[in-house]
């Protein structure tokens, strides 16, 4: 601020200008602590959610058997026939493996085959359990029909 003969002229352009960069880097700085792990977690179970339905949907279009399974707590494929088969993902041409990381899964992860008709083996509704940080989703594929709900159980703490 310049004072000129005894005025106050206010506050310079470059000085205003300052401050509302240096705002704004404190927004940003704290978005990207309070809401990042909840996007991260969120986004990977809704797209575990819909490459299950693809892999039923795959069952049931080329009648034969395709299916869910975790390769390692971050990484999971949709195959093609056995486990350890990756069926191909339509958009790139490459295997249908998907590294979640920083998510991760929780606890033991059922395999999940669907037959032609589109039915899940699981006899029982089969949980499988998402983790980051302080936040945890449940995806349930329901047995006999395969549909796939998805339950958020808690949400990440604020970390500021």
């Known amino acids: 601020m310049r004072i000129v003969r005894g005025r106050n002229l206010g506050f310079t352009l470059i ?28 986004a990977e179970s809704k797209l575990l959610r819909s490459n299950i339905q693809f892999a039923q949907d795959l069952a049931m279009t080329y009648g034969s058997t395709f299916g869910f399974r975790s390769i390692d707590t971050t990484t999971y ?23 979640m990381s920083p998510v991760q899964f929780q606890g033991a992860v059922p395999t999940i085959a669907f037959s032609s008709t589109g039915k899940p083996s699981n006899a029982v509704d089969a949980n499988i359990t998402l983790v980051e940080g302080g936040a ?25």
């Open 15 to 42: 000085e205003l200008v300052m401050v509302i960069l240096i705002f704004a880097a404190l927004a940003i700085t704290a978005v990207v602590k309070v809401g990042g792990g909840e996007q991260n977690i969120d």
């Open 77 to 99: 494929e949709i195959y093609e026939g056995t486990p350890g088969t990756p069926a191909m993902d339509p958009l790139t041409n490459d295997d249908l493996v998907v590294d």
């Open 136 to 160: 945890e989703r449940r995806l349930t594929v329901i047995k006999n029909t395969g549909v796939v709900t998805m339950t958020v159980v808690s949400s990440g703490g604020c970390s500021m």
